[in-house]
């Protein structure tokens, strides 16, 4: 997907890590279903190509310390707890969108899927602002990510 690359702002191509992430109804508090300080990394790379990974902090412990024998409990609380997914991903620069297309994702619920993200992008800041409606309430979210490379 080489053309993907030639549309993204030349800034846009790098490795990212993830500052902030909460989550903001039309009316009400914020909310960080991370925790306030998550940890995350988001890589776009010049062949147009994605991929992000996001954890919750603090992180579900297992504990018998055995991945062979993980209570479906913790189980629920590590799912829970991290959201990724990879694919391709185009640049709308006059919209001031980037399209993420996934081809896989740990829910499965984006797969083959077009999902558009506001950008700000500023020096070596980067800003994605999702937006969505969940149970007949508007939403919006704020990914705050700085470069790394």
Request: overall charge neutral.
């Amino acid at each position: 997907m080489r053309e993907n690359a030639r549309d993204a702002p030349q800034g846009l191509v790098g490795s990212w890590r993830l500052v902030s992430y909460e989550d903001r109804p039309a009316s009400g508090p914020a909310v960080f279903p991370y925790g306030t300080e998550p940890k995350g990394f988001l890589v776009y790379d010049a062949t147009g190509h994605m991929a992000i990974q996001i954890m919750k902090q603090p992180h579900p412990k297992v504990a018998s310390g055995d991945p062979y024998r993980v209570t479906p409990q913790e189980k629920e609380a590590l799912l829970d707890a991290y959201a990724a997914y990879f694919g391709t991903y185009r640049v709308d620069a006059a919209r001031g969108i980037v399209v993420h297309h996934a081809e896989g994702d740990l829910y499965g619920l984006f797969i083959g899927r077009d999902e558009e993200r506001p950008f700000e992008l500023t020096g070596d800041r980067l800003v994605l602002k999702p937006l969505w409606s969940k149970n007949d309430q508007k939403w919006s979210g704020i990914r705050v990510f700085e470069r790394v490379l």
